[in-house]
């Protein structure tokens, strides 16, 4: 059969992206193919390269941008060498922009979306007279721009929660970790927003050591200024000619890269939490260690505190654990350094706490604490894999002891559904008191409906928690993960439930991207190509289904027509033969 040749281009394209075929099988698929189908497929599909340019045209994708900048200096580098003497014999790195305006722009042709934000919208207008929390904007600091007037009470404006983290692709290689950077936009309706289609890669880093995030994020940075001021212009949008303008709200990682966003001391070092002014306790040889020990009220950091002690931190000299200014200091809007980077309930509850208590019960260097559990391991697999969870629980329980291997989902199933039932009997009755508030209070800031009443009793819950930490189970056992509980219910008050900013999404986002590279070599061109060509096939796809059904809805509305115009002449057929 005859086949177009943007169709079986298409095809092409959507068999490689779907096995994650490197460029040599992409080659070789092509090869395959010409010496199946002779000649003419030969001059249609001359190579890989070709075939790129043919997507490109119809897609009409813009190619990414590399970034260079001075291994030394760090500063942008737009020619092969640093400019700078000092600098002369210092290498450069990269990193790729993949032109978050235009996937934005893409976003608002898409009609789905623009009817989709519209409901979310919908739902903020709602926000302002709701007294409980049910979504990031029903918290208290996304209710001071939804007042009348306020940035985001306009339609087309919308807020981001941004992330980063390493993805460690290579195990045995020196090519270092890949540093994605996700865009997700926080009025879409929660059972929208954490899809893949809806977040927006916007930067990528490969390079042997972590990335400078004053450097790497300055672009970033200043498009975020440009967009809030200025905007987009969307002229062929789903709803017309229109102007969107967008606002940086939340940052969410894991600690290390939080530390590395705010330019602060990481989880081990004096005054590292980043909502309050604790010191912690220092232990071990130098004391490289340190603990939290439970404090009542602890005093709270703010934005204030924060640009001072970055002014008077020098490179040798951290202040209150601040060891310079956020890039985000740069942003021209309003934007707490302080509350506007999230606590991800992912890695510091499941990955952090949850995890830490059970390899604490089961290590064999607590046979002699109360709290040991090892010998149990086989009866509690038993029980767990006994329990039939309901459709709705993604993961089936997987035996305890291959708890080294679970996911951060299969560690927050098992606090939020399994850990009571199978700890019964097993564990010693004050030590399940002690779980039962972790999992009663997290069961609460996970909700979709907090009350203020809710909000209150999770607040003590965490509270006795952490302090009967370092009861039952030693001082030093009360690490940062532990100490951030006890400001949970304090930041759901500012920006809503827990699931609202966590950092699932961007960790499926992470899995989809790694099996896009092949090899060690320009990981992140291989990226940025695939990611290109994904969302291009996604937007074309859409664009010709659209034209499809308007043809079809065309050619109904003139069957209907036609069928009308018979109906008229069948009835006034047998007059004109009475006339004749």
């Not at 339609?155 to 996700?182: C, E, M, Q």
């Not at 042997?208 to 975020?224: A, C, G, Q, R, S």
């Not at 329990?387 to 291997?405: A, C, Q």
């Not at 508030?437 to 509270?463: F, P, R």
Request: charged residues 20%; proline residues 4%.
């Amino acid at each position: 059969s005859t086949i177009s040749k943007i169709l079986s281009c298409l095809l092409i394209v959507s068999f490689v992206l779907k096995h994650n075929l490197s460029k040599t099988a992409w080659t070789d698929l092509l090869r395959l193919l010409t010496v199946l189908l002779g000649d003419r497929c030969r001059q249609t599909f001359q190579s890989v390269y070709k075939m790129k340019l043919i997507m490109k045209e119809y897609f009409g994708s813009t190619e990414p941008t590399k970034i260079n900048y001075c291994n030394n200096c760090l500063q942008a580098v737009k020619a092969d060498k640093c400019p700078n003497a000092t600098c002369s014999k210092a290498g450069l790195s990269s990193f790729l922009d993949l032109h978050l305006e235009e996937k934005i722009k893409d976003l608002f042709r898409d009609s789905e979306f623009v009817n989709l934000l519209k409901k979310g919208k919908e739902q903020v207008k709602r926000a302002t007279s709701c007294s409980s929390i049910h979504d990031i904007f029903h918290g208290l600091d996304y209710k001071n721009f939804i007042h009348p007037g306020g940035f985001l009470s306009q339609l087309y404006n919308i807020s981001f929660t941004i992330n980063t983290d390493g993805v460690n692709k290579y195990s045995s290689s020196r090519a270092g970790h890949l540093w994605p950077v996700y865009i997700m936009i926080n009025e879409l309706p929660k059972e929208h927003r954490f899809k893949k289609r809806f977040i927006i890669p916007a930067y990528i880093c490969c390079d042997k050591h972590d990335p400078n995030m004053l450097t790497f994020l300055k672009p970033l940075v200043e498009k975020l200024n440009v967009l809030n001021s200025t905007g987009i212009h969307v002229p062929d949008s789903a709803d017309g000619d229109i102007n969107v303008r967008c606002m940086l709200f939340v940052a969410t990682a894991d600690l290390p890269a939080r530390a590395d966003l705010m330019n602060m001391k990481r989880y081990n070092g004096k005054c590292a939490c980043h909502l309050c002014k604790s010191g912690g306790v220092g232990y071990g040889p130098n004391k490289i260690h340190r603990y939290w020990p439970f404090e009542q009220s602890p005093v709270k950091r703010t934005h204030e505190d924060q640009v001072k002690f970055a002014s008077k931190a020098t490179i040798k000299k951290a202040v209150m654990g601040v060891k310079g200014h956020s890039i985000f200091v740069k942003l021209s809007y309003q934007f707490d350094l302080v509350r506007s980077f999230a606590i991800d309930w992912m890695h510091s509850v499941c990955l952090g706490v949850v995890k830490y208590i059970m390899h604490q019960q089961m290590s064999d260097g607590n046979k002699d604490k109360v709290f040991y559990r090892g010998t149990k391991t086989s009866s509690m697999s038993r029980k767990l894999l006994s329990i039939k969870p309901p459709d709705i629980v993604g993961r089936l329980p997987r035996s305890i002891e291959d708890l080294k291997h679970w996911k951060a989902t299969e560690l927050k199933n098992w606090l939020l559904h399994y850990s009571l039932p199978v700890f019964c009997k097993i564990l010693n009755p004050l030590y399940i008191f002690h779980w039962s508030l972790l999992v009663g209070a997290i069961g609460i800031l996970c909700s979709d409906s907090i009350s203020s009443a809710d909000l209150e009793q999770a607040d003590g819950m965490l509270q006795d928690f952490v302090l009967l930490m370092g009861i039952l189970y030693a001082p030093t056992q009360c690490t940062m993960n532990v100490h951030l509980l006890q400001h949970l219910a304090y930041y759901v008050s500012r920006r809503g439930p827990l699931w609202a900013y966590s950092c699932f999404a961007f960790e499926s986002m992470n899995a989809f991207i790694k099996p896009l590279v092949h090899g060690t070599h320009h990981a992140m061109e291989q990226i940025g190509c695939a990611i290109g060509l994904c969302f291009g096939l996604s937007n074309f796809t859409k664009e010709l289904i659209c034209k499809i059904m308007t043809f079809l809805r065309t050619a109904k509305c003139f069957c209907e027509v036609l069928l009308v115009i018979l109906k008229v002449l069948t009835k006034c057929l047998p007059k004109y033969k009475g006339a004749t």
